[in-house]
């Protein structure tokens, strides 16, 4: 299950203030606190998931990148809590527990539990998503890019006009009172002609929908970061389409596609590549030239390399989409063997073949593929 997005979590606007949103948590947390809600795995699970929201859009560095790469940009996790996922209730009450402040412990004071409250504000409809797939090579995905895209979304016609909706009065409910035994009952329900708007369209405008929308092609710039990875998606906040009504736009929701490499293979953070090399290359010695992503590099074959080995070029991989630095660029040595000689060629072969030096000298240690690999992973 995908998760929501932390301003629904908590029902705030992307533009509430820090006050709104530390209000807002606040009403939620008292809402499914746990003493209130003795044995409810739905009640403590949502109370984690607002934690987890707050935890976020609190912090104005994590806020800002969650408002730029949307769930991609917090490592896969949600700030501090990787995600909510066994989310420690003691680290909550720890981190956020002034938030309650008096209202547990000694009864649900301060006003809080109760359902009642001031007049209800008409809901604020977002526009829905847009989805795009962006294609990257290795070296935009080493270093980052800035891409410009055209959008064909829909935005609010500016000749549309409205007015307040008569059924509800702009409130967005609508109120019903039924008699009971137990005397007057009052239940508040969306208004089913604005839809909880509190508006309705008098006039939608010259090629306008329905919602008083059209269809316009806009220019966007969208920043993608280092080390993003074949369908990862980012989450670009109030780049969607325009919420009908004055609404919250939708988010743009890119779909990263990696463009594959002609000689270079990835494996997350770190780079591949295969160095066929000549018999007298590996015997001799030879400086070669092989692909990075940023260009060429040379790299020295020392005398007597085994066929096999792997040498690794620090840093010279991709970076972690986190900032945990960067990957390596891994070279396995291929010795490439002849097939056709020349009758001298055969000659120098056959004289070789009986060569003191030419013979294996049964240490397995240079020769075994495991051996390799274990000397490899732990060097």
């Given amino acids: 299950m995908s998760k929501r997005d932390y301003y629904e979590v908590l029902g ?23 003493d209130k809600n003795p044995g409810n795995k739905e009640a403590e699970d949502q109370f984690k998931e607002a934690a987890e929201a707050y935890e976020v859009l609190s912090n104005p560095d994590k806020k800002a990148r969650y408002d730029r790469f949307g769930h991609a940009g917090m490592g896969g996790g949600a700030g501090g809590f990787g995600g909510g996922q066994g989310m420690n209730m003691e680290d909550i009450f720890s981190q956020f527990g002034d938030i309650f402040g008096g209202a547990f412990g000694g009864g649900f004071g301060g006003g809080f539990g109760g359902g009642g409250g001031g ?3 008409s809901a604020r409809v977002k526009g829905s998503n847009l989805r795009i797939k962006v294609k990257l090579d290795l070296e935009e995905i080493s270093n980052g890019v800035t891409k410009k895209i055209k959008l064909n979304k829909l935005v609010n016609n500016p000749d549309a006009t409205f007015s307040t909706c008569s059924t509800c009065a702009g409130t967005g409910q ?4 039924t008699n009971t035994i137990l005397g007057q009952m009052q239940t508040a329900s969306t208004c089913p002609t604005c839809h909880g708007t509190g508006k309705q369209i008098n006039n939608r405008g010259k090629g306008g929908d329905s919602n008083g929308q059209i269809r316009k092609e806009v220019l966007e710039t969208i920043e993608i970061p280092a080390g993003v990875e074949e369908g990862m998606q980012l989450s670009l906040r109030g780049k969607g389409n325009e919420g009908p009504y004055e609404g919250v736009p939708g988010d743009l929701i890119i779909v990263v596609e990696e463009k594959p490499h002609p000689e270079l293979h990835r494996e997350g953070t770190n780079l591949y590549f295969d160095l066929d090399v000549s018999f007298p290359e590996v015997a001799l010695g030879a ?13 020295n074959i020392q005398a007597g390399t085994q066929a096999g080995k792997i040498l690794r070029l620090r840093g010279k991989g991709l ?4 900032g945990y630095g960067r990957g390596d660029l891994l070279v396995h040595v291929n010795v490439w063997t002849p097939t056709k000689l020349s009758r001298e060629e055969k000659k120098m072969m056959e004289d070789l073949k009986e060569a003191e030096h030419f013979q294996p000298t049964g240490d397995k240690k240079d020769s075994s593929f495991f051996n390799r690999m274990r000397e ?4």
């Fill in 12 to 34: 705030v606007d992307r533009s509430a203030s820090d006050s709104e949103i530390k209000k807002a948590y606040r009403k939620l947390a008292i809402k499914f606190h746990p």
């Fill in 119 to 121: 007049p209800r504000r």
């Fill in 174 to 177: 609508v109120t019903r009172v």
């Fill in 287 to 299: 400086t070669k030239e092989i692909p990075t992503v940023s260009g060429k590099a040379k790299i």
């Fill in 319 to 322: 970076p972690d989409i986190n």
């Fill in 376 to 379: 490899f992973f732990h060097s």
